[in-house]
């Protein structure tokens, strides 16, 4: 009872949480339905979760979970648009670019992660997770919450829709979106193939991007929404740059929550008593990749 207590309370503090950002990032008089944008955009991610969750719930499937995050963001990002259509504005360069960054990255994430789920068959994650409606439920929740505050400083470039040159922010930004995209990319690409091959079995990667980070793919996530976020410093005002937010929270959720102490607690496990896997730990940096001498 009182752990159900507790994920309901988890559920009110993820909407509160956005709602509180949302405001922040507001953009005077970008209005959709006569709702700020963001806010909107905020909405339309929890709504979307919570659609998905009920038969989800209901078969205690967890099969759509990252896929519902692919469509939560693609609609995020579709309705701030529609938010700069309806005002009649001229859509800015800006706007465009950072809409097709947020979009690319999550069409190519999204699939890939629907297409490991079903090859897996299920993710090992919710395996406690699904014994308990509330959790269960929570998990959707905070999966929205992780939509709208990883997007909430792009959506926010998107609707300010600023026009004119693009300056050294938007370059350096776009640049290192680039790499981090290109980096996460060919990191589960590398992965991928690795596995794929049946002398692999059991086996971990050593090779490609993985001989330089223990977890490429993470700094390659980490460092694309760090551009995101160059690109909107000098575009930002008051309490705006509250949605500065995005890139430290992926860098939190990967390295503190979900990501790195799941996948190092599980190796350590698995080939924490072989040497080559000690080896491997003592010279390869466990995210920030090193290029120096082995």
Aim: charged share 15%; hydrophobic share 50%; proline share 3%.
């Amino acid at each position: 009872m009182k752990d159900n207590i507790k994920d309901l309370a988890a559920i009110v503090a993820c909407i509160l949480t956005a709602y509180f950002v949302a405001n922040a990032a507001t953009v005077e008089g970008a209005l959709l339905y006569g709702i700020p944008a963001i806010l909107f955009c905020a909405g339309v991610s929890f709504v979307v979760h919570w659609i998905v969750a009920i038969p989800s719930l209901i078969t205690s499937s967890e099969k759509y979970f990252d896929f519902t995050g692919m469509i939560a963001t693609l609609l995020v990002v579709s309705t701030a648009m529609i938010a700069l259509f309806s005002s009649t504005q001229q859509i800015s360069i800006r706007s465009i670019v950072v809409a097709t960054f947020v979009s690319i990255w999550t069409l190519r994430l999204g699939t890939f992660l629907y297409k490991r789920i079903v090859k897996s068959g299920e993710d090992k994650r919710f395996r406690e997770i699904k014994k308990s409606l509330p959790k269960f439920l929570m998990t959707w929740t905070l999966s929205a919450l992780w939509v709208f505050l990883t997007t909430v400083n792009a959506i926010t470039v998107i609707v300010l829709n600023q026009q004119g040159p693009l300056d050294l922010f938007f370059i350096a930004g776009s640049a290192l979106w680039i790499l981090g995209f290109a980096f996460e990319a060919i990191a589960d690409k590398q992965k991928k193939s690795f596995s794929e091959l049946t002398e692999n079995k059991d086996k971990f990667i050593t090779q490609g991007l993985w001989s330089i980070s223990r977890h490429p793919n993470y700094f390659g996530e980490v460092i694309l929404w760090l551009g995101i976020a160059v690109v909107s410093l000098p575009l930002l005002s008051g309490w705006q740059f509250v949605t500065l937010v995005s890139p430290v929270f992926v860098y939190l959720l990967l390295t503190k929550i979900s990501g790195l102490p799941f996948l190092e607690d599980k190796a350590e496990k698995k080939w924490g008593s072989e040497k080559i896997y000690q080896d491997y730990k003592a010279r390869t940096p466990i995210l920030v990749p090193y290029f120096g001498k082995k």
